[in-house]
């Protein structure tokens, strides 16, 4: 009996020193508590990293536009300018080297939006700009996917009226010309851009309405329509007044008219740079 008594407090002694020895069990994750987000600072969203690169490369605002939740402004300095649209919506800023602007006075550039006309369903705008002897030039910006690129300019000077959808592969428009025959500029030349390469081609309208006196620069070789039909040669020599119509430039011809209202008509290529012009610039 004894021995049984000192052998169960021996275990019971020995049960005790094990237990103040454990090592206790790590504490389990509180999965209550929310992750930490992570924040990707990107030029594209981070306006102070925007407003620090203009600063820094002393750059002065042209153009500053609301277009419904963007606000689209535009920097340059001696050697860059920069396109920078703030989305309001989404908080995101995209900036934009615009490289295709050259020979650009400084002065303001127009903005104009055609999103809706375009059809192309994201931001699209087309800045005018005067830029080497006094011309305006024109070209379009927008999205591909979600990306701010240069789409493409109008060639050539005069600047872009208007633009818009005609199929799912054209957009159609207008742009100012300048005629080869009084050296008159025209807002109804015809601008085709073909999608999705944006080829694009400015062309005169089939007729042009000019109604301007010149002084004829070199013999001209016309004709004059009589009663019957018959095309009678007439020459107009140099320093003579004439009064240019039309250019018909489907039927490559040009209607004009003395003083003593004789009408007469002339090969497009038998007039063009042939009639003293002032030229601007």
């Not at 919506?89 to 490289?99: A, E, F, G, I, M």
């Amino acid at each position: 009996m004894r021995l049984f008594i000192v052998v169960t407090a021996f275990c019971l002694f020995a049960c005790k020193g094990n237990q103040q020895h454990k090592v206790p069990d790590a504490k389990a994750p509180d999965t209550s508590a929310k992750p930490t987000p992570i924040v990707l600072d990107t030029p594209e969203t981070s306006s102070a990293k925007v407003a620090e690169k203009i600063d820094s490369a002393n750059y002065k605002i042209s153009t500053r536009k609301t277009l419904g939740n963007y606000e689209i402004s535009i920097w340059g300095n001696e050697g860059s300018t920069q396109l920078i649209v703030d989305n309001k919506l989404t908080h995101k800023k995209d900036t934009l080297q615009l490289d295709g602007i050259s020979g650009w006075s400084g002065r303001p550039i127009d903005i104009k939006d055609i999103t809706q006309s375009v059809g192309i369903g994201r931001l699209t705008i087309f800045l005018t700009w005067e830029g080497d002897s006094d011309n305006d030039y024109s070209e379009v910006v927008g999205y591909q996917q979600d990306t701010l690129k240069e789409l493409f300019q109008i060639p050539g000077a005069g600047g872009l009226v208007d633009l818009k959808r005609k199929d799912p592969h054209t957009l159609v428009g207008h742009a100012w010309g300048e005629d080869d025959v009084v050296r008159g500029t025209h807002g109804n030349y015809i601008v085709t851009v073909s999608l999705p390469d944006y080829d694009v081609h400015v062309d005169p309208p089939d007729t042009l309405e000019i109604d301007e006196d010149k002084e004829v620069k070199e013999t001209i070789h016309a004709y004059r329509l009589s009663a019957s039909g018959k095309l009678i040669p007439r020459t107009i020599s140099p320093g003579r007044k004439i009064h240019v119509d039309t250019i018909y430039y489907l039927q490559q011809m040009v209607s004009f008219h003395l003083n003593d209202s004789t009408r007469l008509t002339v090969p497009h290529d038998s007039i063009s740079w042939r009639l003293k012009v002032s030229i601007a610039g």
